[in-house]
């Protein structure tokens, strides 16, 4: 059974710089790209970032390009999304997403962890 | 980046009902589009990918149709485990985006 259990989450200051992070069960982790989406309360999705099952290339959105970086730890299952700079607009749930295959061309999520809520607040 | 949008934003049905939602993009994605399925406190769910192939485990009453710019879902008979919000999403471009959703709730 595939799981992926978000972490990290909470309040934060503006300016704060909190690492997510994403432990994957029940497949081949390294197989898969994988990517993370957030959701602001009461709003629609954001897809924020990518990366491949190697980890050699991400993919940012513009929202968070320069401020957030994605990684994963194959050996330990694990994906990282290290946020820097946070503003109030980034508050949001933060789903951990995978996607059917290694790369994120052509490819669909196809499963979301449940999700880890941050608040950036003064 | 690809727009999409959606319509109507909301749907009210009663079980048993037939309900179509509309998705389109801003410019032609060709069948590189999937519809989630999102209930309140939850993460949403993968119904059905490249425009019509069902996702494993989905019941046969949800279908998707349409390329290039114009996509549709359909629920043929409307149950109550189906008042959700609805999300078309494109994966013609790796910068994956949403439609706004389109909530189904009862009549």
């Known amino acids: 059974e595939v799981q992926l259990l978000e972490s990290g989450g909470g309040s934060v200051q503006p300016g704060g710089s909190p690492r997510l992070s994403c432990e994957a069960s029940?497949?081949?982790?390294?197989?898969?790209?994988m990517s993370w989406v957030r959701q602001a309360p009461g709003r629609g999705l954001e897809w924020v970032s990518g990366?491949?099952?190697?980890?050699?290339?991400?993919y940012y959105a513009d929202s968070v390009k320069g401020r957030f970086t994605i990684s994963r730890n194959n050996s330990k299952n694990t994906l990282y999304l290290q946020m820097n700079s946070l503003t109030v607009d980034d508050t949001a749930v933060y789903y951990c997403?995978?996607?059917?295959?290694?790369?994120?061309?052509?490819?669909?999520?196809?499963?979301w962890g449940p999700g880890t809520l941050v608040t950036v607040s003064s | 980046d690809i727009q999409m949008t959606q319509s109507p934003s909301t749907l009210s049905a009663s079980v048993g009902d037939r309900v179509t939602i509309t998705c389109r993009a801003s410019?032609?994605?060709?069948?590189?589009l999937a519809w989630y399925q999102q209930k309140p406190g939850k993460a949403p769910k993968l119904l059905i990918y490249?425009?019509?192939t069902l996702e494993s485990g989905v019941p046969s009453r949800f279908s998707g149709s349409g390329s290039g710019t114009e996509f549709t879902l359909t629920i043929s008979s409307l149950q109550p485990d189906d008042f959700a919000t609805y999300y078309c999403?494109?994966?013609?471009?790796?910068?994956?985006?949403f439609g706004p959703g389109t909530k189904v709730d009862i009549k």
């Open positions: 997403a995978k996607y059917q295959a290694f790369t994120i061309f052509g490819v669909v999520i196809d499963f």
């Open positions: 029940g497949f081949t982790f390294s197989n898969c790209a």
């Open positions: 990366i491949s099952g190697s980890g050699h290339s991400t």
């Open positions: 410019q032609s994605i060709s069948s590189w």
């Open positions: 490249k425009s019509s």
């Open positions: 999403q494109q994966y013609n471009s790796h910068l994956f985006t």
